[in-house]
């Protein structure tokens, strides 16, 4: 006799079924949709970096990535986001723009703007009368000046030191609070009569020169004697491992060295040295840093380093000094030394001595 099944057993069999699949459905689904990712991003605006701390690096530069050097990706990459006026860090990266805080720096000069012929034919004597008579024309008055005269002393080794004490330009003011600096430059030269007055009048002074005994040296109180000779080139690196205590500097790696901003007064007798050092201090911007300059220039003879026809010599010293001029260095005394031969260029021409003492204040030294 076949068994009766009891009642609603095979209708809940289907509902199962139907449970499972649509479990099995659900499940597919969800899959499915996490496989596709999120939805896409609207375009509403254009890509670009969000607001937030900086990445570890930064992308590339914009441009052509082909060939880029080694140099410019590790600079890229330093970490180190530009301001947006080109700035860096204190220290600039090579090739990099001026350092934060200096976005208009000059960039590096390699040599002087020569300044005009004197005339049509350039000779030497159109060349030479606009210069001498630049150098004998004073372009400033100095009502207050102190010179180291040769009126009580006709030694023909010393000469006239003279510098301006008008309050208008600082340097009285600087002594009488004895903050005054004065750097001296020489070569060989045993006449400190200038350099010891200064420093019993308040400045500090340091004599430069190669001759001296001692690497440094303090006379009195306030007159230091260093064993350096000023240059317009600081020694070969391979020559500066070899000799480390090599006696030759540029005056801006002594200022660096030193820890000096600025120089009250400025003295030099370099012995014909004077205008490649002058042409240092020009592409270099130290004249900035200089008060009152007063130097001996030497005229027998082109100079360190100085080369062409006479009359382009000529016109290379008087762009020299027009640079001084153009940095707001005025003229305000002028000697000429007559106990030196009279030769200009190995020629006894136009008057000339060989020897002039030239004496600048910078207008703008407060």
Same mark, same amino acid.
């Given at each position: 006799?076949?068994?009766?099944?009891?009642?609603?057993?095979?209708?809940?069999?289907?509902?199962?079924?139907?449970?499972?699949?649509?479990?099995?459905?659900?499940?597919?689904?969800?899959?499915?949709?996490?496989?596709?990712?999120?939805?896409?991003?609207?375009?509403?605006?254009?890509? @670009?970096?969000?607001?937030?701390?900086?990445?570890?690096?930064?992308?590339?530069?914009?441009?052509?990535q082909r060939g880029a050097s080694r140099r410019?990706?590790?600079?890229?990459?330093? =970490?180190?986001?530009?301001?947006?006026?080109?700035?860096?860090?204190?220290?600039?990266?090579?090739?990099?723009?001026?350092? &934060? =805080?200096?976005?208009?720096?000059?960039?590096?000069?390699?040599?002087?703007?020569?300044?005009?012929?004197? @005339?049509?034919?350039?000779?030497?004597?159109?060349?030479? $009368?606009?210069?001498?008579?630049?150098?004998?024309?004073?372009?400033?008055?100095?009502?207050?000046?102190?010179?180291?005269?040769?009126?009580?002393?006709?030694?023909?080794? %010393?000469?006239?030191?003279s510098v301006c004490l008008d309050d208008r330009?600082?340097?009285?003011?600087? !002594?009488?609070?004895?903050?005054?600096?004065? +750097?001296?430059? =020489?070569?060989?030269?045993?006449?400190?009569?200038?350099?010891?007055?200064?420093?019993?009048?308040?400045?500090?002074?340091? &004599?430069?020169?190669?001759?001296?005994?001692?690497?440094?040296?303090?006379?009195?109180?306030? $007159?230091?004697?260093?064993?350096?000779? !000023?240059?317009?080139r600081d020694p070969h690196p391979a020559v500066?491992?070899?000799?480390?205590?090599?006696?030759?500097?540029?005056?801006?790696?002594?200022?660096?060295?030193?820890?000096?901003?600025?120089?009250?007064?400025?003295?030099?007798?370099?012995?014909?040295?004077?205008?490649?050092?002058?042409?240092? $201090?020009?592409?270099?911007?130290?004249?900035?840093?200089? =008060?009152?300059?007063?130097?001996?220039?030497?005229?027998?003879?082109?100079?360190?380093?100085?080369?062409?026809?006479?009359?382009?010599?000529?016109?290379?010293?008087?762009?020299?000094? %027009?640079?001084?001029?153009?940095?707001?260095?005025? $003229?305000?005394?002028? +000697?000429?030394?007559?106990?030196?031969?009279?030769?200009?260029? %190995?020629?006894?021409?136009?008057?000339?001595?060989?020897?002039?003492?030239?004496?600048?204040?910078?207008?703008?030294?407060?």
């Open positions: 006799m076949a068994r009766e099944r009891p009642p609603g057993r095979g209708c809940s069999t289907l509902r199962r079924c139907l449970l499972g699949a649509a479990l099995l459905f659900g499940l597919r689904l969800c899959a499915e949709l996490r496989r596709a990712g999120p939805p896409p991003a609207a375009r509403s605006a254009p890509p @670009g970096p969000v607001p937030g701390p900086p990445a570890p690096h930064l992308p590339p530069a914009p441009g052509p410019q990706v590790t600079y890229v990459r330093s =970490g180190r986001r530009a301001p947006p006026g080109g700035g860096g860090s204190g220290t600039p990266e090579p090739g990099c723009c001026a350092p &934060r =805080g200096r976005p208009s720096q000059k960039a590096p000069r390699w040599h002087i703007d020569l300044q005009p012929w004197a @005339g049509a034919t350039q000779s030497l004597d159109e060349e030479a $009368l606009r210069f001498l008579r630049y150098i004998s024309t004073t372009q400033i008055a100095c009502d207050h000046m102190s010179t180291d005269s040769l009126a009580i002393d006709s030694s023909p080794a %010393k000469r006239p030191w330009f600082g340097l009285a003011h600087q !002594i009488r609070n004895k903050q005054c600096r004065l +750097y001296s430059l =020489g070569l060989g030269s045993d006449d400190t009569h200038f350099e010891v007055s200064m420093a019993n009048s308040g400045c500090e002074v340091h &004599r430069f020169d190669p001759s001296v005994k001692q690497a440094h040296s303090l006379e009195g109180q306030r $007159l230091w004697h260093h064993r350096l000779s !000023i240059d317009w500066a491992a070899q000799k480390p205590h090599t006696n030759t500097r540029k005056l801006r790696t002594v200022l660096n060295e030193f820890g000096h901003h600025k120089i009250d007064v400025l003295k030099a007798d370099l012995e014909s040295a004077e205008w490649k050092v002058l042409e240092n $201090l020009i592409l270099e911007d130290v004249l900035e840093q200089i =008060g009152q300059f007063i130097f001996v220039i030497h005229l027998h003879w082109p100079g360190f380093e100085v080369s062409g026809s006479d009359s382009s010599v000529v016109r290379f010293w008087y762009s020299l000094l %027009k640079e001084l001029e153009l940095k707001d260095f005025r $003229l305000f005394h002028s +000697y000429k030394d007559l106990s030196k031969p009279q030769l200009f260029l %190995k020629k006894d021409i136009f008057n000339a001595s060989s020897c002039y003492t030239l004496s600048w204040v910078n207008t703008r030294w407060r």
